[in-house]
Structures are given as structure tokens and as C-alpha cells.
């Protein structure tokens, strides 16, 4: 393969690439509305697509494109593409993090909310309200089973 092969590869490679890596960006905004939704279905769909997409983004063909050019004008060419392509995948990882974060903030939620319910603590400063809105008092159970 010549230079100009070798270059128009490296340039359609890095063009997928920033494609992919939009549509990533989209994908996580995506996964996270359907996460606040708490669509399951729409979050589990977007598993593929962004798989897919990491897979390719992650390709060592891929990260071989800045190391093989010896050239000084396809550096260039090539730099500015991969610097663009390296702020998209930045605002990526942030967004991942967002999702993360918003995840484990669910998780948590989720067990401390099952903690309660199947080890209920009569000490514990758990507040329970009546049908008012009102907090009830704190009672101690020692005989629930006698109710």
C-alpha cells in the first residue's frame, strides 16, 4: 500500500471514528433519559450499539493511526482529526461517568430500601408517616408476632 492508500485508509478510518464517536455521545444522552425513565427495555437496547461502538473506538487499528505517519502533512491531517476524535471520546467519558453515577445512586437507594424492609432495625431512625403525613413515633416492636 502506498502513501496516498495508506493515507485515504487512515482518513476514512478516523472519519468512522468521529462518526462513531457522535453517535456515542447521542447514546449515552439516550441511556441516561431512559435511565431518569427508567425505561429498562430502551437502556438494555442502547447495550449493543454502545458495545459496538467501544469496540471499534478501542480497536488497535484505530490507535495505530497517529504512530505509523511519517509524513509531515498527513500528521497534520491526521492530528487535527484525532484531537477532535479525542475531545468527542472526552465528553464521552464524562457523560459515563453522569450514568455511572446515576446508576450506583440507584443501587444504593435500592438496597438500603431492601435492607429495611427484611432486617427492620426497632432502633433504627427509620420515619414512618400516617395516612396524614404525619411522623409516627418511633415504636419499639418486641412483640410484633403477638399482634
Request: aromatic share 4%; charged share 30%; glycine share 2%.
Amino acid at each position: 500500500m502506498d502513501r496516498s492508500e495508506q493515507l485515504n485508509s487512515q482518513k476514512a478510518m478516523l472519519s468512522k471514528a468521529l462518526s462513531d464517536a457522535l453517535s456515542l455521545k447521542d447514546l449515552l444522552n439516550n441511556e441516561f433519559e431512559s435511565l431518569k425513565k427508567q425505561d429498562i427495555d430502551t437502556f438494555e437496547a442502547l447495550q449493543q450499539s454502545k458495545t459496538d461502538i467501544l469496540n471499534f473506538l478501542a480497536s488497535e487499528d484505530l490507535s495505530k493511526i497517529t504512530k505509523d505517519n511519517t509524513d509531515p502533512s498527513a500528521v497534520e491531517t491526521v492530528s487535527e482529526a484525532w484531537n477532535e476524535l479525542m475531545s468527542i471520546i472526552s465528553e464521552c467519558k464524562d457523560l459515563h461517568m453522569r450514568n455511572e453515577i446515576f446508576i450506583n445512586r440507584k443501587l444504593e437507594s435500592i438496597k438500603g430500601a431492601l435492607k429495611t424492609i427484611q432486617n427492620p432495625d426497632p432502633l433504627s431512625s427509620v420515619e414512618v408517616y400516617d395516612r396524614l403525613g404525619k411522623v409516627r413515633p418511633i415504636k419499639v416492636r418486641q412483640n410484633v408476632g403477638k399482634a
